[in-house]
């Protein structure tokens, strides 16, 4: 999905990095910067933004209305039970024991949880219309580590677009689609790099999963595929990338090289 207008400049050195893929990333660099663009599409400039107004932006209901000025999607209705919702925060503090280095990430971004609505194939869901919204299927609550997965794969995808905000990542009005190596067609040259940098992640987790050997080594092999065919994407697709574009791509080639 092509992102909206960008104001601001990302500079991956000036917060350490990109989310989750580097250990010296600092995630209230890029919260602050991202409410600082949301406030001025809001309200026009804001030359110092009070701390009150940056906190209220973050709110996922107050983004999703900021985003809607740009890029209206309806968001589907419904509320998840409160086990699922409980689930969900347990999976979270799971995931940040087992990667403590994960943990601001996973705790500093308020996110709205939702079920995902009938006859939708997908265990879990989001999009850069529906900033800090995640949509679970039942079928993610059946196993445990298929929670953690959704979980970690939909927040990875939050925080880049939280990146995409400030800037984007495919060259605008690109109309290039690519197909996943999951098969997944239709898809942007910045929804690929979003793919490649959740399976950094998820190559990251599987190990430290608390499931059997042989499940652990299916997954990991299957991720591992999947980065390969990714990294081929990548190298046909770098004519579609800005040069920030560019730049994340050159961090997961690195991280998975």
Avoid: K
Wanted: glycine share 6%.
């Amino acid at each position: 999905m092509d992102t909206a207008t960008h104001t601001v400049p990302f500079v991956p050195a000036q917060c350490g990095g990109w989310p989750f893929l580097d250990d010296d990333h600092a995630p209230q660099r890029l919260l602050t910067a991202a409410a600082c663009v949301r406030l001025a599409r809001r309200d026009g400039p804001h030359p110092v933004p009070h701390p009150d107004d940056l906190a209220t932006v973050l709110d996922p209901g107050e983004a999703l209305r900021i985003r809607a000025l740009d890029l209206p999607r309806p968001l589907p209705t419904g509320t998840l039970t409160p086990q699922q919702q409980a689930a969900i925060r347990a999976t979270v503090d799971v995931i940040a024991h087992l990667v403590p280095l994960w943990a601001p990430l996973l705790m500093a971004l308020p996110l709205t949880y939702l079920p995902m609505p009938a006859g939708r194939a997908s265990v879990s869901a989001s999009c850069f219309a529906w900033p800090q919204h995640i949509l679970f299927a039942d079928t993610a609550f059946d196993d445990p580590a298929v929670l953690a997965e959704q979980t970690l794969h939909e927040t990875f995808h939050q925080w880049l677009y939280l990146c995409e905000e400030l800037t984007p990542l495919q060259q605008p009005c690109c109309t290039q689609r690519v197909t996943l190596p999951s098969g997944t067609s239709g898809r942007s040259p910045a929804e690929l790099l979003g793919a490649a940098h959740v399976t950094c992640g998820l190559a990251r987790l599987w190990p430290l999963l608390d499931v059997p050997g042989p499940v652990r080594d299916r997954r990991l092999s299957h991720l591992a595929a999947y980065t390969r065919g990714c990294r081929g994407l990548i190298a046909d697709n770098r004519p579609y990338f800005t040069a920030d574009g560019h730049a994340l791509a050159d961090r997961i080639l690195e991280a998975t090289s």
